[in-house]
């Protein structure tokens, strides 16, 4: 069955990690998508979700700032995620669990990678949620530097999606 993210019930987080120092992030309202999903099987046909990267948030101006600078946010106004094929998902309890692979897209720059995924149904409809670790290195990009603090490599981010029935994009 199709269903769409519900911008008004999702978020997407993160944090970056420096030496004594964590950097938090959000997005909310700005993430659209749509999904296939078949609950009897736990099987992701499709799976796309796109934020607007202006609106990542960290709570200070000047932070969300250097943020949006060192992406080049305004010239790459959209992050993605889709699904680079089918995957089902193993029942635990009354949730599916496993790994799906997909392409991120983030500053112009696409990498495949795996994202640790939990489904399970809340009111009857889909809620995703999602876990992953993002490497600047891996995309090709310098780690930077805030505060004068040199922010560690990886950074762990984390969704969770609710949907609701119908599709738009």
Known sequence: MKYT???ERSRASFVAYAPMHKFKGWTTDSILGQVEVDFDKGEITNFVAKAATMEFETGDVSRNKAMQDFFSFTKYPETSFHTTKPVTLKKRGNKWQ?????ILELAGVRRQLPVNCILYKEDGLPVFEFSLKWSFKAFGMKVP???FLTVRDIVDISAVLRCIEG???
């Open 145 to 147: 530097r805030l505060l």
């Open 167 to 169: 599709e738009n994009l």
């Open 5 to 7: 993210i519900e911008p």
């Open 98 to 102: 496993g790994e799906i692979v997909g």
